[in-house]
């Protein structure tokens, strides 16, 4: 099975500021990774597909990049609403496994 | 689009209990559907995934052999079939329409989810 790691699991900042999650898998991927984003009680919802592919909808602040086993999750300017869940999912085989979260705080 | 789950609630141990997800707002017998779960306070682990005909199936290895997923295309619906029941099982059940783009699996709507939970 895949393994994905994210880092860092939590992540404090404040409105405006640009932030970067990263997220690793244990072997190549190509770019079969998707980002999703979750509020506390809600289901997730999809952010990016295809490690840099904005799911419609999804403002331009959020962007994503990467290639293989490494790959980052960027929001500039964090708006209130960004403080959530972000999750990173391999979808290159099945299990699709997801990493562990990165939850982002409100300094 | 529009994904509602039910069927959750309270098991016990070695029990069983079938999950549904209705499907409204798009031609359902057209998409991959899959089933994702959350342990309380914890991330989300993918379960289970069907193909589009129902041919396909992938399971989990934590589920494997105990769960069951099927679907039913004539009435727009999606199940997951529970059995042998674990402690570990309690979780919100998710269920997530499957699309592909470039060859590139991701899901892109979710349902509200369904509580499980198993307990004495």
């Known amino acids: 099975d895949i393994q994905m790691t994210q880092s860092p699991s939590s992540l404090s900042a404040s409105v405006g500021d640009r932030v970067t999650i990263t997220c690793r898998a244990s072997?190549?991927?190509?770019?079969?990774l998707n980002w999703y984003q979750q509020a506390p009680g809600k289901a997730p919802k999809l952010l990016m597909f295809?490690?840099?592919t904005l799911d419609s909808g999804v403002p331009s602040r959020f962007s994503g990049s990467g290639s293989g086993t490494d790959f980052t999750l960027t929001i500039s300017n964090l708006q209130p609403t960004d403080f959530q869940t972000y999750y990173c999912?391999?979808?290159?085989?099945?299990?699709?496994?997801f990493g562990q979260g990165t939850r982002l705080e409100i300094k | 689009v529009q994904l509602v789950e039910s069927g959750g609630g309270l098991a016990q141990p070695g029990g069983s209990l079938r999950l549904s997800c209705a499907a409204s707002?798009?031609?359902?017998?057209?998409?991959?559907m899959n089933w994702v779960r959350q342990a309380p306070g914890k991330g989300l682990e993918w379960l289970s995934y069907i193909s589009s005909s129902g041919t396909t199936i992938y399971y989990a290895d934590s589920v494997k052999g105990r769960f069951t997923i099927f679907r039913d295309n004539a009435k727009n619906s999606l199940h997951l079939q529970m059995s042998s029941l674990r402690v570990e099982d309690t979780a919100v059940y998710y269920c997530a329409r499957g699309w592909v783009w470039n060859a590139i699996p991701y899901f892109d709507y979710w349902g509200q989810g369904t509580r499980v939970t198993v307990s004495s």
């Open positions: 072997q190549s991927i190509n770019t079969f």
């Open positions: 707002g798009f031609t359902f017998s057209n998409y991959e």
């Open positions: 999912q391999q979808s290159h085989s099945t299990p699709f496994t």
């Open positions: 295809a490690a840099s």
